[in-house]
């Protein structure tokens, strides 16, 4: 088992930036690759970047390149995403997730294996 625990999420204006942390504890040398994903109300949970661990190979959805950065802590087997350059539509709960298993496209909800309990992010205009 792998436990997750996000941390840094709170409200912000538009324009203004958050620094996410998802602390992992366990079997954490089970854990291949990190993601991120996030839940709007009313919508289905997103993929918004991942990073593998050995390597540090790094992934981002469209909406959030250039915007956000992953990043990682090998040492203290923490993740981290800073977000600049937040919208309104950036507004979701942030979950942090694990999967065990190596994939060229993390983006699916499906094949993470554990999830933290998420972390409020608002936007306001």
């Known amino acids: 088992q792998v436990q997750l625990v996000e941390s840094g999420g709170g409200l912000v204006q538009a324009g203004g930036s958050l620094r996410l942390s998802c602390a992992a504890s366990?079997?954490?040398?089970?854990?291949?690759?990190m993601g991120w994903f996030r839940q709007a109300p009313g919508k289905e949970r997103e993929f918004v970047s991942a990073?593998?661990?050995?390597?540090?190979?790094?992934w981002y959805a469209d909406s959030v390149k250039g915007r956000f950065t992953i990043s990682k802590d090998n040492a203290k087997n923490t993740v981290f995403l800073q977000m600049y350059s937040l919208k309104p539509e950036d507004t979701a709960i942030y979950y942090c997730?694990?999967?065990?298993?190596?994939?060229?496209?993390?983006?699916?909800?499906?094949?993470?294996?554990?999830w933290g309990q998420g972390t409020q992010v608002t936007v306001s205009p």
């Open positions: 366990g079997r954490t040398f089970s854990s291949n690759i």
């Open positions: 997730a694990s999967r065990i298993h190596y994939s060229e496209s993390p983006v699916s909800t499906a094949d993470y294996n554990y």
């Open positions: 990073i593998r661990w050995n390597g540090g190979r790094t």
